[in-house]
């Protein structure tokens, strides 16, 4: 049975250069909606968010916008597609994105979408998630990125269980479906960090940490 019913996109709030980026992102929303998968996103109508959150919309299924309520001034990044969260910080947003998805997708984007998507895949790494995440690799965007983490690979600065968290594809099924097939592999070390919100120690270990 698949267990991923809500997906989370980070994206650009700009369309970029390619019509390519557009159009993947569109039918990225069209493959969720058809496979009931429900959109949480980070808000507004602009750029690539707006593309595939409009696309899902369409397709009937449910579309949550968390948005930080700076940017809900004078309608800013335009109105949020489906439902709406407001919150005060970012990383307040980012926690919610967090708790209320299954899983996670990058689509092409600058910075604000590396930052969510490396964040995530810290956490996993930190044993703090256990969620699937990929990167829709539409034209090749994403090439670079998926270079340098296999070179940072092998430089040991990255496990190579570790490199497991990230995912990639280059169609929006195939994609989905490397989500719902994922397995987490925690690590037998990092996963025994306490992330407890009560408290503020976390267990020591006597071992040197590949962050």
Known sequence: MDFVKKIC???????????????????????LGKRKI??????????LMGCVSTAVAQHERQVLGIIPSAFTVNNLVGETCGKEIKVATMQERLVMMME??????ALPGGFGTLEE??????????SIHNKPIGVLNSNGFFNGLLSFVDHAVKQEFITSRARKILISATSADELVDKLQAFRFEPDPVLSQLKWSPSSSQKEKLDLTLRL
């Open 9 to 31: 996109v980070f994206c650009g709030a700009n369309s970029g250069k390619d019509v390519a980026f557009v159009n993947a992102a569109f039918h990225l929303g069209e493959v």
């Open 117 to 126: 998507l490396f964040q995530m895949i810290s956490w996993a790494q930190l």
């Open 100 to 105: 209320l998805s299954d899983a996670f997708i």
């Open 38 to 47: 429900d959109l949480v996103y980070g808000g507004g109508k602009l750029g």
